[in-house]
């Protein structure tokens, strides 16, 4: 018997679809049925993939978002509704990092690191869950998710990245707190922490003489694909996950385990 994971009817938005990870979220949520809006800063790059996912035969919408800006956090989830319907389902990606020792850590360091990943992972889904939780009142089978992304760095401390690591255990516990807060009005809160996988944020390290022996270090020496985290995001946003709340799952080859 074959299962897989059916998100027809549902509205998927993913910040940070512009690049990286948040790129194949859209698309393998657009796969499976979903309705996805791409959100964040470079609306040139949300259109190219809008019409990449329009071509093989998705639904995909286009929304400006700066996720270090409470206003446009508002207006970016008004104007999603807007355009796609209500959001089922959040996939709270963007994010940035810096590399450094925290001894050179400047306050300019500190402010673009925790604005994005940590104050603004927390407004994002701050705004969705304030209209989920409205519609829940009146439908108290409608369910929710919101899939934070965090990292193995928020588990445990990797070297040069930690401010980045700060930031991203803050997003492991905020995924619990939520999940707590937010679990009764069927909103699951889960977080994914991914391990290395080459993207926009990490290639000019992992393309450095540093950045081959830290691969060297890794348990498989290799880095991930991006496609390494669809079965998860599909079993996190199906309602399939309706008893996983709060969970912080690991998807890393084995880096935290090690
Ligand atoms: N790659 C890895 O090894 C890895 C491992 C663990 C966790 N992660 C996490 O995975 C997520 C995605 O990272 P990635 O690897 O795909 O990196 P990426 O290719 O650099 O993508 C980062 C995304 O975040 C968006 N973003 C950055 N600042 C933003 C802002 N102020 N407002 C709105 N969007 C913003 C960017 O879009 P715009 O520039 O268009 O705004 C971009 O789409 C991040 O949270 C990262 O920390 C990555």
């Not at 859209?26 to 959100?39: I, R």
């Not at 700066?66 to 963007?94: F, M, Q, R």
């Not at 990292?151 to 707590?180: D, F």
């Amino acid at each position: 018997m074959g299962i897989e994971f059916n998100l027809e009817g549902k509205i998927a938005l993913v910040t940070g679809a512009s690049s990286g990870l948040g790129n194949r979220f859209a698309k393998v949520l657009a796969k499976a049925g979903a309705q996805v809006v791409l959100a964040s800063r470079r609306v040139e790059r949300l259109k190219e993939l809008r019409a990449e996912i329009e071509a093989g035969g998705g639904a995909a919408h286009v929304v400006a978002l700066d996720v270090t800006d409470y206003a446009s956090i508002k207006s970016a989830i008004a104007h999603a509704e807007t355009e796609a319907g209500p959001i089922d389902i959040l996939v709270n990606n963007s994010g940035v990092s810096t590399t450094q020792r925290l001894i050179d850590v400047t306050p300019e360091d500190y402010a673009f690191v925790m604005d994005t990943n940590q104050r603004g992972a927390f407004f994002v889904a701050q705004e969705t869950a304030k209209r989920m939780i409205a519609r829940a009142k009146g439908d108290p089978g409608k369910q929710h998710r919101i899939i934070n992304i965090a990292s193995v760095a928020g588990l445990r401390v990797l070297p040069q990245i930690g401010i980045y690591c700060v930031s991203k255990a803050a997003v492991v516990h905020m995924t619990k707190s939520m999940a707590v807060e937010w679990g009764r009005y069927g909103i699951n809160v889960n977080a994914i922490c991914p391990g290395y996988i080459k993207t926009e944020i990490n290639e000019s390290h992992f393309d450095s003489e540093q950045g081959q022996q830290l691969i060297n270090m890794l348990p498989r020496k290799r880095l991930g694909e991006p496609e390494d985290l669809d079965g998860l995001l599909l079993l996190l946003a199906a309602d399939e996950s309706r008893f996983m709340n709060g969970a912080i799952i690991t998807a890393d080859d084995g880096m935290a385990a090690y």
